[in-house]
């Protein structure tokens, strides 16, 4: 065991007297649980009560982007797509899926700037923009309280393998792969905070952390430098086969966006 | 910025009604210090008045303290039927207002 | 069981000097160096005497509700309601809440009246650390009451990777 995982679990052993590095199964399917299981009964006040929740300003900023004009012809979203409390309604629970035009895959924040680029012609939404993360957050919102689907598509499995392979495999100075700490060990704690199963549901996601709204891909970023691993950059297909990864794994659990997590 | 404000549209003469206001603001402290090792600057609300037709009924002082996007709830007696404006004013100066009505039986 | 902020981070300071580690004692320093400012500062008990203008601060009438232990500093959820039938004679003017580690001990300060029906107020706050905060009431007839609770953060507010 190199010096900086001793000194890592020293960390996490000390204030924890009696804790060991302590091996446990995986999650089974039946046992699948939201982060929102693991937050303190505060966190998940805030989440359940829509007056309290800091992540429905995005909600409502998001519905007014949908209704604003963009790009060279001055379309907006409703435009095309008509009300999104009965068009959006269902299609987070289907992301990311394969683009049928790049045969790439591609997240629900991508297709928001495909939409844009190809048909508003329109610039596409910078990376954790405050309207990016607002449109992902009215959309996603629509789908609240619907699961999370696994899709069917074979096209699809090389990049669900990539995924996993991703998700299964050891980086950073501190060697862990996401699944020694979520898979192996989901319910124990890391320097006192829980650790969840890590299934995409509430995103994009009010972190009292980051005290804003950020995506799933900034949750990866933040992540892999606990674990002192370089980030994968912004939009780099890494991200998006990974978070297809995780969505075929939570396959059955509900929406929760905009999600508050500590 | 991007405000939630959360009245009861009605209410009985003499009640006392619950308001809950939201606002999106990232409250920067001025104690954080950046990537690139400077200070980033202090941004903050620092009041938030509630006017009822006019006449202050509420009114709260905010220090880098308080948390980002701040939240703030207070009750207030439903007189009349009129207009219940919410102002919040920054570092700068700058003011936000938004107001709703209230129909008071 | 309360983690100093510093304790998170003191893992990226061991290891030889080599690039990598250097980047990762970068990222410890600095996290260090922003906990730094909670240190010298004006005291709690000197706030809330200062809010009080040399007047007796009488324990009770304040129900102040603060979680014990706090997952995140960043935003915690306060309550503050104080006895008082609210007229024009007997009202709450003032509810502060005062702290004992942050960079500065005032927090924020409501301004009630009659008009308020109910004196109940609620914000967020931010904690840097686990502390005392202490909530007081001024009255129309110039008394001021107070509550004081203690908060374990178990991580602190305004730390963050900014990546």
């Known amino acids: 065991m190199n010096r900086w995982v001793q000194g890592f679990l020293a960390v996490c052993a000390a204030p924890l007297a009696g804790v060991l590095w302590i091996e446990a199964d995986a999650a089974s399917p039946d046992d699948k649980r939201s982060g929102v299981e693991f937050v303190s009964p505060q966190t998940r006040q805030l989440q359940e009560d829509d007056t309290s929740n800091p992540g429905m300003l995005w909600v409502l900023e998001g519905e007014q982007l949908w209704q604003e004009p963009a790009g060279y012809r001055a379309t907006a979203c409703a435009d095309c797509h008509g009300a999104a409390e009965t068009v959006m309604r269902g299609v987070a629970t289907r992301y990311p899926q394969l683009d049928e035009q790049s045969e790439r895959t591609v997240d629900l924040q991508g297709r928001v700037n495909l939409c844009r680029t190809r048909h508003q012609e329109a610039a596409a939404l910078a990376f954790e923009s405050q309207e990016l993360l607002a449109l992902t957050a009215f959309i996603g919102y629509q789908s609240r309280g619907m699961p999370l689907t696994a899709s069917e598509d074979e096209r699809l499995t090389p990049f669900i393998d990539s995924g996993r392979r991703l998700y299964s495999r050891r980086m950073g100075q501190l060697d862990l792969a996401c699944a020694d700490c979520h898979d192996a060990r989901w319910g124990q704690r890391l320097s006192g905070s829980l650790i969840p199963q890590a299934h995409p549901t509430g995103y994009p996601v009010y972190r009292l952390e980051w005290q804003t709204v950020g995506s799933l891909q900034r949750r990866f970023r933040n992540c892999m430098v606990g674990v002192r691993a370089e980030p994968f950059d912004y939009g780099a297909p890494e991200m998006v086969d990974l978070e297809l990864y995780l969505r075929q794994r939570a396959a059955g659990l509900p929406i929760e966006t905009p999600a508050v997590r500590p | ?105 | 069981m309360s983690a100093e902020p510093d304790t998170v981070h003191r893992v990226a300071l061991r290891g030889r000097l080599g690039r990598r580690a250097l980047l990762a004692g970068a990222i410890g320093i600095t996290a260090l160096a922003m906990v730094r400012p909670a240190q010298a500062r004006p005291g709690l008990d000197a706030a809330v005497a200062d809010f009080a203008g040399g007047r007796e601060v009488q324990a009770g009438r304040v129900r102040f509700d603060i979680p014990p232990l706090v997952e995140n500093g960043n935003a915690v959820g306060v309550s503050i309601a104080v006895e008082s039938p609210m007229t024009q004679l007997d009202h709450v003017t003032r509810i502060a809440l005062f702290n004992e580690k942050n960079p500065q001990a005032d927090m924020v300060v409501f301004h009630l009246g009659p008009r308020a029906g109910r004196a109940a107020v609620s914000t967020r706050v931010r904690l840097a650390t686990s502390q005392t905060i202490v909530a007081l009431a001024e009255m129309s007839d110039g008394s001021v009451w107070s509550a004081r609770a203690n908060v374990v953060v178990t991580l602190a507010a305004c730390i963050e990777d900014l990546l």
């Open chain 2, 1 to 105: 910025m991007r405000s939630m404000i959360n009245v009861p549209k009605t209410a009985k003469a003499g009640e006392i009604i619950e308001i809950k206001t939201m606002i999106a603001h990232p409250m920067e402290t001025g104690y954080r210090t950046g990537t690139n090792g400077t200070t980033i600057p202090r941004n903050i609300i620092t009041r938030f008045v509630c006017t009822y037709d006019g006449e202050e009924v509420f009114s709260a002082d905010l220090f880098p303290a308080v948390a980002a996007n701040p939240l703030i709830a207070f009750t207030t007696v439903a007189l009349r039927s009129g207009t219940l404006t919410f102002a919040w004013t920054d570092d700068s100066g700058a003011t936000q207002s938004e107001s709703v009505e209230i129909v008071v039986a």
